[in-house]
């Protein structure tokens, strides 16, 4: 079993940053990837990050590339997304997920149903 709980979620003006954390426990593997999705009330999960623990490989959707950047702190077990330039469009709650998925990310990591385990989610606000 692998916990996930996300922190660091907020209430922000247009154009501000926010990082948020994902503390992992458990029976975690240096081969899983980690992922961020969110959802704002009335929509689908939408995909924004993944890394792969072991090789640190990065996978962003185009719509918050140049703006998102995700990492990971193996000390710490903790994945981190560091949120820039943020938009109110980028309002929703955040979840972090993990997985053993598959080689390339380009074409595993998108999908929420290749993940094992998810956090509680945290939630972002941004104003206009």
């Known amino acids: 079993q692998v916990q996930l709980v996300e922190s660091g979620g907020g209430l922000v003006q247009a154009g501000e940053s926010l990082r948020l954390s994902c503390a992992a426990s458990?029976?975690?593997?240096?081969?899983?990837?980690m992922g961020w999705f969110r959802q704002a009330p009335g929509k689908e999960r939408e995909f924004v990050a993944a890394?792969?623990?072991?090789?640190?490989?990065?996978y962003y959707p185009d719509s918050v590339k140049g703006r998102f950047t995700i990492s990971t702190d193996s000390a710490k077990n903790t994945v981190y997304l560091q949120m820039n330039s943020l938009k109110p469009e980028d309002t929703a709650v955040y979840y972090c997920?993990?997985?053993?998925?598959?080689?390339?990310?380009?074409?595993?990591?998108?999908?929420?149903?290749?993940?094992?385990?998810w956090g509680q989610g945290t939630q972002v606000t941004v104003s206009s």
């Open positions: 890394i792969r623990w072991s090789g640190g490989n990065t």
């Open positions: 458990g029976r975690t593997a240096s081969n899983y990837v």
């Open positions: 997920a993990a997985g053993s998925l598959g080689a390339p990310l380009q074409l595993t990591a998108g999908r929420g149903r290749n993940y094992d385990y």
